[in-house]
Nanobody
Framework: LQLVESGGASVQPGGSLRLSCTAS????????IAWVRQSSSNQRTGVGC????????HYGDSGKGRFTISRDKSKNMVFLQMNNLQPEDTGVYYC???????????????????WGQGTQVTVSS
């Protein structure tokens, strides 16, 4: 399984971005997918996750109410919509996962087996 993130950019505070995670090598149908942010000091923060079955999502404190994770299984993609971005959201955003498992729930951590290469998000005025 290979994961590739895209959509990162520099935006002003209050702006929005939509990040994409495209998978190849396997179908994402039975993978729960997480988004993890890594700051310039290499601190990792779990942003949120989406379960492999259904549309269950779970968010870390930093993204609650502002971020939305969704998936399009027909395109083998997962998305992270980020609204009202703030400077503290700056970092490299990774999509990540472990192994396929049918589950209706997910929790977000910072340790996964599969990682993409990351996409940079910078929020600054």
């Amino acid at each position: 399984l290979q994961l590739v993130e895209s959509g990162g950019a520099s935006v002003q505070p209050g702006g929005s971005l939509r990040l994409s995670c495209t998978a190849s090598g396997d179908k994402l149908d039975y993978y729960s997918i997480a988004w993890v942010r890594q700051s310039s000091s290499n601190q990792r923060t779990g942003v949120g996750c989406i379960a492999s079955i259904g549309n269950y999502t779970h968010y870390g404190d930093s993204g609650k109410g502002r971020f939305t994770i969704s998936r399009d299984k027909s395109k083998n993609m997962v998305f992270l919509q980020m609204n009202n971005l703030q400077p503290e959201d700056t970092g490299v955003y990774y999509c990540a996962t472990d192994f396929p498992r049918e589950t209706h729930t997910c929790t977000v951590t910072t340790g996964y087996f599969h990682w993409g290469q990351g996409t940079q998000v910078t929020v600054s005025s």
